[in-house]
Structures are given as C-alpha cells and as structure tokens.
C-alpha cells in the first residue's frame, strides 16, 4: 500500500499509536527465542516447479528417468562361502542429455580391507564386516561393453565402491547398451548387518545382498549419484526388471524377490503340491516342517539346483540359501482382487509360536494392512528369511534377525515389510536422505501396529515431552544430514523416530487423519516407481493438504528447533465491568511454533480442551486464550496428553 505524503502528520502518528497498541493485546514480549518471521517467512521454496518436478510436487509432463535392466546367473559355494557369477545390464539413457561415461556400484567393495569404507566405520559399528577377517570386495573380469550387437570401445576405472565406464563415443539420448560382467566374492558373515550367512544346528543360512555390479542412478537433480557405500547410508538405485538364477546345493532352499519360476524343478512333488494349496490358503501350510528338515527326502535327490527368478519394475532383488530352512506360505489378499503369496523361511531355533512359528501370518497381516491403507503390493511374494540380520528390507524379500520373540518378530517383519513402500515403491534417495525411508516407514508401522490382529502388538502413548529432551539436544544433528555425516548413536532418533513423530504430529494435530493421509496417498501414488526429493515430498503434501506447511518443514527437517509453550496468566476478564470468563496467556519461548492445546479445569470438576491452529504464531509470541464460564478455574494445562515435543513441562501447567 502506497500511503500518499499529503495525509496530516498527526493521522499518521495516530495510525501507529493504534498499531502499537493493538499488537500489545496480542503480542506481549517474552523472554524467549521465538521469532514469528523466522519461522513463517515465505521464501521456503527458492525454486518453482518445471516441467520434470511440478510445483504441485508430483512429476512434471517431461519427468524421465533412465532404466536398468538385469540378467544374472549366480553360482553358491558353501565351502569356499562365495558367490560367483555373470551379470548383464541393458541400460537405457531416458535422459535428454548425452552421456560420455557411465558409473556403477560395487558394494561389495566396502568388505575389502583397503575400501574408504573400512576406514571409516569405528571397532563395534553395526556397519563393515564387524570385526571379522574377510577377504572382501569384488574381483572382476574386465567388462564388455556393446551397443546394437557391436563392441564398444571404453576404458574402465574403479575407485572403491564405484566403477566408471569412460565411452569413447557417448550414450546419446533414447539409446540403448549393454555390459557384461563376471564377478565373485567372498560373503562376509557380518556384511553391514545387511547379508551375510549364519551357522544353525542343521545348516548355514545365506542372505545374499548387494551382490551383484548395479547402475548408479543418473536423474535430473544431481546427475549421476556417485556417493560410496560407506556401511550407514543405503541405496539409491534404478528401476528395471531383473531375471537372475541361482545355482545352489540341491540340499538348500533358496528363495528370493519375485516370483519362483520353476517350482516344480526344484521342490520334490510333495512339496510342490503344498506350494500350490498355499496360494488358494488364508491359513499357514507348511511346505517343509521342522520334523522334515533333516530328512534327506525332503530334497530331491541331485547334486545341485538351480532356481529361477524374475522381477518386473524393480529397484533391486535379493535371495536366501539353506539347508536348515522350515518353509510355510500361506496366500495374500489384494485390494484389487489379485492375489500374492507370503512366505517365512526359517531354521528350526526360530520355529516357535512365539518366534517365527507365526512369520507367515505377520508377513500377510503386514502386506495386507498397507496394501489397504496406502498402494497396494506390486510383488508376487513376500518372503521373509530369519537369519543373523537383524532387519535389512530389499524388493519382495526381508532379512529378520533370527531370535527375535512375540512382539519383536512381528515389529521386525512389520517394519521391513513397510519398507516396500519405502523406498521400494517410492524410490527415494537413501544414501543422501535416509529418513525419507525409515522415517516414513516408522510412521506407516504405527498404524499397522495398532491396526494387526486387534490391536494385539497396539503402541502405548508416546511420550513427547520425553522425546523432546533429547530430541533438541546439541549433540543431534538435522534430520537431512546424509546417514553416513550423522554419528552412529543418533541414527535411530534422525531417520526413523524423529521423523516419524513430525509426521504423526502433522497426521494427529494439525491436519487432521483425512486430510493427510489423503495427500500422504497421492504422494505414494505419483511417486510410484520413481525419484522424489524432500521438497517434492514437501510440496505433494501443502497440495494435497490445502496448507502451507513450510514452518513445520523448516523448523522439523531443515533445523532442530525447539518448541516450549507457557502459560503466564491466568486472570478473570471482564467486559463492561461485569465479569466475563477468564483470560489465559499462553507464550511461545522457544523457535518452533506448534498448535495450542489446553486442558481447562472448573470448581465443580468439569474440564474442557481447548484448541488453536499455529497460525496464532504467525505474528506472536504470545496469545490470549478468553474461556467463557461462570465458574471458577482451579487449573490450565498445556498439552495434557504430551503428544507435541515440549521441550520444558513445567511452565505448561497454572493451579489455583
């Protein structure tokens, strides 16, 4: 507004002294940190939307990604404990951008005892081999590069966990190549907590992992993402399909992502016609029980096997091998009406009721429960493996570790099983943004948790203003820091609990269940199979929401801000002389706004809840909350259910 210099002085000096005192009613000065410009300022999004990411924070007309296609057949050797085999990727350059050399991954490189990797991880890390003495790491056979059937000339360079294929022509637009590798390696036992094997009573069992050379992911926002494989940050990788075989001892089991192609060359006939009842079967069938595991004619009577794979629209795959595997399947009730099979593989430690005796029906319970509540299960199987992983998730298959109990089991199942939806649905960038993983997956386990079987493994009431102690502590640092900046001990709260607490803040106290998981679907269901950042994730939910979010984004994500809310006063009012109810002044102390939640208390018992938005934040640091009533107030609470991160209790509570 342009205000003409002609008005009178003294209308301007009474304009102001009007302003003055109105913003006193309301914004009465505290002693605290807040400031209502930081935290509501405009300028969050310095960027608009194009035509690859929309403002509205889904895919814009012209978003592309490039695509990976596997073919793989891998050998096991379980004297030698390696894995051998041939991997040939045709890859597809999506992009508009020609691309002169091309960069893989090569994870195993992390176990070799020179990799940047060993380096980094501290003596009793979770991450590394653990201590042990591997001979680790990838040995290849140089790659063989062809385009339309023709060798293409390029030279290769590793450099620890990455390889670069510098082309000497390079990969135009919409075109197509193709590279061959023969690879081996030693397994670990203790491979980052994320493959390895175990030694049980009735054999060893293999979780095989990272396993095989894989494309860096190449998007429009960096690139090509070249992070290493340092131990704490995952992956981040392309989709395509992938065929792989496993040739394993006739005395394994072996299951893995996808679907099983060959059953009938693998299981014995009895076998095979169990498998086949599962699918039509609500209940557990055991396709081998424990009192068969040691009968050599549980087994078909060869050698050796192969199994046969194949997974369509797919980040990655994983697989399992042992002799000592129980195997129970029991069939997947989709939304749609399709059909998948769950499946548990676990030795016979691990075969109780109590343990993973109930594996099959907490993998159904899962699968189901978000494939209701959010996108339903693209994969033919759900295969859980207990073993010496004590949780680690890959496309239609989940590492569990293998002594887990009564709620443990089905909290570990649960979570690696919700990790399907992240980041295997919505394929985030782990290495560089791990909570957009585990802390969305921690958030969807706490309605599945309260949703399974009557609520028999339901949560207990979180307790924020616990949480916000140590949330806000100088020694944690922001949640979008890359895993692998973050110290060990604050992993846990910076990717999976903090997270997952803003985000049922948002669901619970400010937008309401409806409105977020509304905006909360439509993100899963426009980020299918693709490459969100934070800020699309931001903005799908302001769109979705109807809201503008950014001072929950930047004051939760982007910062560690505090949040202490206080009352003041509490005073009678009166209007026109004649009193009219009371007068509480809540004040903001700390930087991060939050809606305001009051217990009220009267002489005769009664008590009310009384709720503002945050938007009384907008412009103060502190509020008058009036509260009609005829009788007296003995007492005003803040938050009285600790559901919002209340960094000092003490000052949330006035008694008369």
Not at 197 to 211: D, M, R, V
Not at 443 to 464: H, R, T
Not at 586 to 612: F, H, R
Request: proline share 6%; charged share 20%; hydrophobic share 35%.
């Amino acid at each position: 507004m342009n205000w003409k210099s002609s008005k009178p002085r003294w209308v301007l000096i009474l304009l102001c002294a009007l302003s003055l005192s109105s913003t006193a009613q309301q914004n009465n000065p505290t002693d605290g940190n807040y400031d209502a410009h930081a935290a509501f300022g405009p300028l969050f999004y310095t960027q608009n939307g194009n035509e690859y990411r929309s403002a509205s924070g889904y895919p814009g007309p012209k978003y592309w990604q490039n695509r990976a296609d596997y073919n793989i057949a891998a050998t096991l050797d379980e004297v030698k404990n390696t894995v051998t085999g041939t991997v040939v990727i045709t890859y597809k350059n999506n992009s508009p951008d020609k691309l002169p050399y091309l960069w893989l991954q090569l994870d195993q490189n992390l176990f070799s005892e020179k990799s940047r990797g060993a380096a980094l991880i501290p003596p009793g890390s979770r991450y590394g081999a653990r201590g042990e003495k591997v001979d680790g790491g990838y040995r290849l056979k140089d790659p063989i590069v062809s385009q339309k059937g023709k060798a293409v000339k390029f030279t290769p360079i590793i450099e620890d966990t990455r390889m670069q294929i510098r082309l000497e022509e390079p990969l135009a637009a919409g075109e197509v190549i193709s590279i061959k590798i023969d690879y081996s390696f030693v397994i670990p036992a203790n491979g980052s907590d994320r493959m390895g094997h175990l030694e049980t009573k009735n054999g060893e069992i293999y979780t095989i992992a990272q396993w095989f050379p894989r494309m860096c992911v190449y998007d429009d926002v960096l690139g090509w993402n070249t992070l290493p494989y340092w131990g704490a940050s995952e992956f981040y990788c392309e989709y395509g399909d992938v065929d792989f075989t496993v040739n394993a001892p006739a005395s394994h089991l072996v299951m893995g992502s996808g679907e099983l192609l060959n059953p009938q060359e693998v299981f014995t006939a009895q076998q095979l016609s169990r498998w086949n009842a599962a699918k039509s079967s609500d209940q557990k069938v055991s396709i081998r029980s424990e009192a068969e595991v040691t009968d050599p004619k549980s087994r078909p009577a060869k050698d050796r096997l192969t199994w046969r794979f194949k997974m369509n629209n797919t980040r990655d795959v994983a697989w399992a091998s042992s002799k000592a595997f129980v195997l129970d399947a029991a069939r997947i009730n989709l939304p749609s009406g399709k059909k998948a099979l769950a499946v548990s593989a676990q030795p016979v430690e691990s075969n109780g009721n109590d343990s993973y005796g109930r594996g099959v029906e907490y993998v159904k319970g899962a699968i189901e429960h978000y494939s209701r509540k959010w996108f339903e299960y693209p994969y033919p199987m759900a295969v859980n493996i207990a073993s010496n992983v004590s949780g680690m998730e890959y496309p239609g298959i989940v590492f569990c570790g293998w002594k887990a109990k009564t709620s443990e089991t089905w909290g570990v199942i649960d979570h690696e099983f919700g990790h399907t939806w992240f980041p295997m649905i919505v394929g985030s960038n782990e290495r560089k943004y791990g909570w957009m993983d585990e802390g969305f997956n921690t958030f969807i386990n706490g309605l599945s948790n309260d949703a399974f079987n009557n609520g028999e493994y339901k949560n207990a009431p979180v307790d924020m203003h616990a949480n916000a102690r140590f949330m806000g502590s100088p020694g944690v640092e922001s949640i979008m820091l890359s895993p692998d900046g973050m110290k060990e001990r604050n992993i846990g709260l910076n990717l999976y609990y903090k997270p997952s607490w803003g985000l049922k803040i948002l669901r619970d106290q400010v937008l309401g269940a409806d409105r977020f998981d509304y905006a909360f679907q439509n993100y899963i269901k426009h980020w299918a199979f693709k490459h969100p950042t934070p800020f699309d994730f931001f903005r799908s939910m302001d769109n979705g929401a109807g809201e503008d979010l950014s001072w929950f984004w930047r004051g939760w994500f982007l910062e560690s801000w505090r949040m202490d809310q206080a009352i003041t006063s509490v005073a009678p009012a009166k209007k026109n002389g004649v009193a009219d109810g009371y007068n509480i002044v809540v004040a903001n102390l700390e930087k991060m706004p939050m809606p305001v939640i009051l217990q009220i208390t009267t002489a005769s018992g009664k008590k009310d809840i009384v709720k503002l938005p945050v938007d009384v934040w907008m412009r103060n640091s502190s509020w008058i909350v009036h509260y009609p009533t005829n009788e007296e107030v003995v007492s005003v609470v803040l938050d009285p259910d600790k559901v919002l991160p209340d960094v000092n209790p003490d000052n949330n509570t006035w008694s008369k």
